[in-house]
Structure formats: C-alpha cells, structure tokens
Nanobody, 125 residues
Framework: QLQLVESGGGLVQPGGSLRLSCAAS????????VAWFRQAPGKEREGVSYISPGGGSSHYADSVKGRFTISRDNAKNTVYLQMNSLKPEDTAVYYC??????????????????WGQGTQVAVSS
C-alpha cells in the first residue's frame, strides 16, 4: 500500500497561486495513476484532475480547466497540482489519491484505494 503525503496548501488571495505536492513512498510509483480531489465544507468530495502513470494523459474538471495544471516527476515519486487564478470557490481540503494502472481513469473516488491525509487550501481576501 502506498503512503501519500500532500503539502503546499495555505491561505492565498483571490487571483493568487499555489502548488500542491503529493509525495509517495514505494518503488512502483510510475505504475500508478494519480488524482486530486477536493472537499469543501458541507459539500461532497469532487474530482479536480487526474494524470496517467506515465504522465502522458491528464484530465481536468470543468471548474478548474485552464487554471490548474497537473504534472508528475516519477523520479521524485511526486505529483504536482499547480493552481493559478484561484477563486474563493476553490477553498477546500485537497486530497491526492492513487490507483494502480491506467484503465478506466476517472473521478470515482471509490476506485482509488490509496489516499493522502489532505491539505487545506483557503482563498480569501
């Protein structure tokens, strides 16, 4: 089982940027697809972005398309989420999650067995 640790969250003003990191233990990280989810207070968890094991394929929720960029460095066992032009509605706890392989990639949270503890992102003036 992977150990996932998110970092990079914080408080930022609207229009600002943050880069989240998801660092993993384990030597087979390059075989895992990784997704970012977020959950705002009182709302259901929603998918934000995912990336294939090799990094060649990625997908974004409509709400973040054009503002967020997912990437990965398999040599560092890390996936990143660059968040630009942040809005107050981006405020949430952000989680990374991983699944082995690249079949049927999507935003169904129950398809990802490995999860990090989450990192808080707050966008406010």
């Amino acid at each position: 089982q992977l150990q996932l640790v998110e970092s990079g969250g914080g408080l930022v003003q609207p229009g600002g940027s943050l880069r989240l990191s998801c660092a993993a233990s384990g030597s087979t990280w390059s075989s895992y697809a990784v997704a970012w989810f977020r959950q705002a207070p009182g709302k259901e968890r929603e998918g934000v972005s995912y990336i294939s094991p090799g990094g060649g394929s990625s997908h974004y929720a409509d709400s973040v398309k054009g503002r967020f960029t997912i990437s990965r460095d398999n040599a560092k066992n890390t996936v990143y989420l660059q968040m630009n032009s942040l809005k107050p509605e981006d405020t949430a706890v952000y989680y990374c999650a991983a699944k082995l392989g690249s079949a049927l990639l999507g935003f169904k949270s129950n398809e990802y067995p490995d999860w990090g503890q989450g990192t808080q992102v707050a966008v406010s003036s």
